[in-house]
């Protein structure tokens, strides 16, 4: 069943449902999943930049192997601006929605220290309501993100994590959220919630 929900809800948007519809069943089938977790993340990131910086916030989750160091899930993130260093102010939004996956660096899941590699692969839109000759004022682009993470437990429920991480966006040409402003350095800092007793 988990594995049905995980393949499913990203082929609702190529159904020939209406777009209502389809945002309706994909609430549904992520609320749905993400109340099946076994673990599961809130996500605040910062893509610092020269001109302007970028903070968003998401949830990710999934569930786990049998050895409990890899978890399989679904990841979402949302931004939203409204003043850009180099353009000034204006509403910059940005968002994304995909696969995501962790390797977990722990001889156990109770161990209180240990790093951990997410890697998220996506589907993007950003939007703006921003004008500028060449430039679009929405787009659908793809996005990568490989971090590297350090996580402490606070409990038998509850982890902190934070790090680094490099995120690459191919198919962005909004004004003012294009390729090279939405890729590039990452950092990533989040509490995450499971059932970390051996």
Do not use: W
């Amino acid at each position: 069943m988990k594995i049905a929900l995980l393949l499913i809800v990203p082929l609702l948007l190529f159904s020939n449902r209406s777009i209502a519809q389809n945002y309706l069943l994909l609430l549904d089938g992520i609320v749905h999943y993400f109340s099946t977790y076994d673990d599961l993340s809130i996500q605040a990131e910062i893509r610092p930049g020269f001109q302007n910086t970028f903070f968003s916030f998401g949830v990710r989750g999934g569930h786990n192997n049998k050895t409990d160091n890899i978890t399989i899930g679904l990841s979402i993130f949302y931004s939203k601006d409204k003043f850009h260093g180099e353009i000034g102010p204006g509403t910059f939004k940005n968002s994304h929605f995909g696969l995501y996956g962790e390797k977990k660096f722990r001889k156990n899941r109770n161990q209180k220290l240990y790093l951990s590699t997410p890697l998220t692969l996506a589907v993007g839109v950003s939007t703006t309501d921003q004008y500028a000759p060449s430039y679009a004022d929405n787009s659908i682009y793809f996005y990568s993100e490989a971090e590297l993470l350090i996580n402490y437990g606070l409990g038998k429920r509850i982890q902190l994590n934070f790090g680094p991480g490099v995120r690459i966006c191919d198919g962005s040409d909004t004004f003012g959220l294009n390729d090279r402003d939405l890729s590039g350095l990452s950092f990533q800092a989040g509490i995450r919630f499971g059932n970390f007793t051996q």
